[in-house]
C-alpha cells in the first residue's frame, strides 16, 4: 500500500526558510517521478515542484522558481522541497505526490493518484 508522509510544515515569517521531507513506501519510489503541490485557504490545489525518479529533471512552477528546489534521496525513498524566501502568498497546505504509474513525468494534478496527508506552510508578514 502506497504511502507518503509529509513533514516539516511550521509557522515562518516573511523571508525565512523551510524545509519539507516527504517519506514514501509501498512502491518502487526510485521509478516514480514526485511532485510537490500546495493547496491555498479557500483555493484549489495546485502545481509547486516536480522530480523525475532519477533526479535529472525537475520543474517549478513560475510563483516558486528561484526559491524553491526539489531534491530526492532514493535510497531513503525520501524527497525534499526546500523553500526559501518564503512570502506569505506561499501559506498552504503543501501535499506531496506520485503519479499512478512509474515513468511518468508530468505536473498535472490529475495525474497523480497517491497523496500525502499534507503539512501546513504558514508565512506570516
Known amino acids: 500500500q502506497v504511502q507518503l508522509v509529509e513533514s516539516g510544515g511550521g509557522l515562518v515569517q516573511a523571508g525565512d526558510s523551510l524545509r519539507l521531507s516527504c517519506a514514501a513506501s509501498g512502491f518502487t519510489f526510485s521509478e516514480h517521478t514526485m511532485g510537490w503541490f500546495r493547496q491555498p485557504p479557500g483555493k484549489e490545489r495546485e502545481f509547486v515542484a516536480i522530480?523525475?525518479?532519477?533526479?535529472?529533471?525537475?520543474d517549478y512552477a513560475d510563483s516558486v522558481k528561484g526559491r524553491f528546489t526539489v531534491s530526492r534521496d532514493n535510497a531513503k525513498n525520501t524527497v525534499y522541497l526546500q523553500m526559501n524566501s518564503l512570502k506569505p502568498e506561499d501559506t498552504a497546505v503543501y501535499y506531496c505526490?506520485?503519479?499512478?504509474?512509474?515513468?511518468?513525468?508530468?505536473?498535472?494534478?490529475?495525474?497523480?493518484?497517491?497523496w500525502g496527508q499534507g503539512t501546513q506552510v504558514t508565512v506570516s508578514s
Open positions: 505526490a506520485s503519479p499512478r504509474g512509474p515513468w511518468l513525468y508530468l505536473r498535472s494534478v490529475q495525474g497523480f493518484g497517491h
Open positions: 522530480i523525475a525518479w532519477s533526479g535529472g529533471s525537475t
